[in-house]
């Protein structure tokens, strides 16, 4: 290539303005079946875990049917059904949703692997995190019937880095649908979604936002069926949806984050367990005590940030849409 061509002037050409958006994007969740065969042999696939990890940076969101021991299911919402009556339970945006916190019993014998560290999970969480991710968090809520939603939120309000940092999995207890509240996705929010969506200091993403979205990726409803599993990123938006049904809806939550990550928050559990979860593929950031009141673990104050000096040298960097990625909700 002679010298001359890299002095020839680049030519101007006229800047069209992308078309106004007048259809609805696709909305579905994509679905990954677990064959029999698999689950019970409990090694994911490098097929599954490519596919997985595709749609979560895709989507934000992907659920993996048939990876849990419906049994397994059944012993735990026989549990927590029964108590879910609890009036000194905490309640997620007020007691008006009848959402309530209400955490998995952690001990030994319910502490079964394929809900605390699915396998399936665990291998796409390493793919999509690095080696070893790490739980910060062992939680779930319970929807009773109720006629007030949530608003549509993310999990995380504060200054956070726009590359996925903490992902969620979500267990349903049972088969959800429309009627026992299945919880609002806004498939793709996660793209978009930095501190600035949100009402000052709280989850809730603003209401103008809200609608400008909802014009061309309008929410659905996640429907699955009990064995279940749903992986999405923190950064998602979502709802808790009202449960019109007098039965409960039980839903199970496990944040993980890298482990390069170095995040705060811990779960409580207790001794005697420490040596089975120390087993398990993934890492558990724990705070170990005699013993642990399950009923008495709340959310209200949990902190998914990080203790990396090095990501609050460049937290305000990072935590914005840079000039160069165009805002679009």
Not at 17 to 38: D, F, G, Q
Not at 126 to 134: A, C, E, I, N, T
Request: charged letters at 25%.
């Amino acid at each position: 290539m002679s010298q001359d061509s890299f002095q020839n002037p680049i030519q101007e050409l006229p800047i069209e303005k992308s078309p106004p958006r007048t259809h609805n994007h696709e909305r579905a969740i994509h679905t990954i079946h677990i064959p029999e065969s698999i689950r019970q042999a409990g090694l994911a696939t490098n097929e599954l875990i490519l596919e997985a990890i595709a749609f979560l940076h895709c989507d934000g969101i992907v659920v993996l049917e048939n990876a849990i021991d419906t049994a397994h299911l059944d012993t735990l919402n026989a549990i927590l059904s029964a108590i879910a009556t609890d009036p000194f339970h905490y309640f997620n945006f007020g007691k008006e949703t009848q959402n309530m916190d209400q955490a998995p019993p952690p001990t030994r014998e319910l502490m079964f692997k394929d809900v605390w560290c699915n396998p399936f999970a665990a291998a796409i969480l390493s793919g999509m995190l690095g080696p070893r991710p790490v739980l910060h968090y062992a939680n779930g809520n319970t929807a009773l019937r109720a006629t007030g939603r949530q608003p549509v939120h993310s999990d995380c309000e504060f200054k956070h880095p726009m590359f996925p940092f903490a992902m969620v999995i979500n267990i349903n207890l049972v088969d959800t649908s429309l009627e026992n509240g299945a919880t609002e996705v806004w498939v793709g929010s996660h793209h978009v979604s930095t501190v600035d969506e949100h009402e000052p200091g709280l989850l809730h993403i603003k209401k103008e936002v809200v609608e400008e979205r909802r014009k061309h990726s309008p929410p659905i409803q996640a429907c699955t069926k009990k064995g279940s599993l749903v992986i999405r990123d923190l950064r998602f938006w979502h709802a808790g949806m009202p449960n019109k049904t007098d039965e409960p809806r039980v839903m199970l939550a496990f944040v993980v984050q890298p482990a390069w990550f170095q995040g705060r928050s811990k779960v409580k559990l207790p001794l005697d367990v420490k040596d089975m979860v120390e087993s398990w593929e993934l890492e558990f950031n724990a705070e170990w005590v005699s013993e642990v009141d399950h009923k008495k673990i709340s959310s209200a104050d949990v902190d998914f940030g990080s203790k990396s000096e090095v990501l609050e040298k460049y937290r305000e960097k990072l935590a914005h849409n840079p000039g160069y990625y165009v805002s679009s909700y």
